[in-house]
């Protein structure tokens, strides 16, 4: 029988949040959802109907972990050995905000989680674009393209919270004898069902991922056997989820590939 593992999943209340928690709770795993407020209690607390899992729910607002020492409070309250941070502003109260969330909180969250040995694996969820430089694999002028109009354009604020964010889980998972970072990348996303991926290093850094697909693919993520600290791009494509995660873990895909991080002697 497969271990069962107690995931603390942080932004709850989100889109993929909400569609990971009842394929968590398939697998007879304990999810305890860390929302904002007291109102998306009723939402999430339907989530776990029917289902073999236990679901918790912690009421506790992420931009307020403004320190390691709060995150490990929660943690260390909590007591799950798997994180998955799919927590964002979305834009809400500005560059402020975004920086608080998306940078300052998630990093405090992925250090304090590597003082927990008890805790193996964070995944964190961040987009394609979330690099210094165009992947090699990448056909050429697309990457200058995305980068003028996305990470200096209309995502400027949240590619540099969000770049600082998978680095971080990058060099402190390195480092770290206990936790796995697993950093999943999709592109632009969208509310088509879930069906079949491009998984690791994908071909193009444009394309779409449906949030039902990126959910899909966390599942599987904290669920493989064997996985490695990596970065995975992730696509709408051709590969059924579980036999595209399976091969990235069998053929140590590594998205990070090319960048500064990954060749570093941390």
């Not at 909590?78 to 998630?106: C, H, I, L, Q």
């Not at 999709?186 to 079949?196: C, I, Q, S, V, Y």
Request: proline share 3%; charged share 25%.
């Amino acid at each position: 029988m497969a271990a069962s593992h107690h995931v603390l999943l942080i932004g709850g209340h989100g889109k993929i949040a909400q569609m990971l928690t009842p394929l968590l709770l398939k697998r007879s795993w304990t999810v305890t959802s860390m929302i904002r407020t007291k109102e998306q209690a009723p939402t999430i607390e339907k989530l776990g109907s029917g289902l073999p899992g236990k679901l918790n729910v912690l009421v506790s607002s992420v931009d307020e972990v403004s320190t390691q020492e709060r995150a490990a409070t929660i943690l260390n309250t909590v007591k799950p050995d798997y994180v998955a941070w799919s927590a964002g502003a979305g834009g809400k109260g500005g560059p402020e905000m975004t920086f608080k969330v998306d940078r300052d909180a998630a990093i405090n969250f992925i250090r304090a989680a590597a003082n927990i040995p008890s805790i193996t694996r964070f995944l964190l969820v961040s987009y394609g674009g979330s690099r210094r430089s165009g992947a090699s694999w990448w056909p050429e002028g697309e990457w200058d393209d995305y980068n003028k109009k996305v990470n200096y354009g209309v995502l400027a604020t949240y590619y540099k919270a969000k770049i600082a964010a998978d680095e971080a889980l990058y060099e402190t998972s390195k480092k770290s004898s206990s936790l796995v970072g697993i950093c999943l990348r999709p592109g632009t996303l969208t509310e088509e069902p879930a069906g079949k991926v491009e998984l690791g290093k994908t071909a193009h850094v444009k394309g779409n991922a449906s949030r039902a697909s990126v959910a899909a693919t966390a599942d599987a993520l904290l669920a493989v056997d064997g996985i490695k600290n990596t970065w995975l791009d992730l696509l709408d494509g051709n590969d059924d989820v579980e036999a595209a995660v399976k091969k990235c873990v069998q053929d140590g895909v590594d998205a990070a590939e090319g960048e500064e991080i990954f060749g570093s002697k941390i």
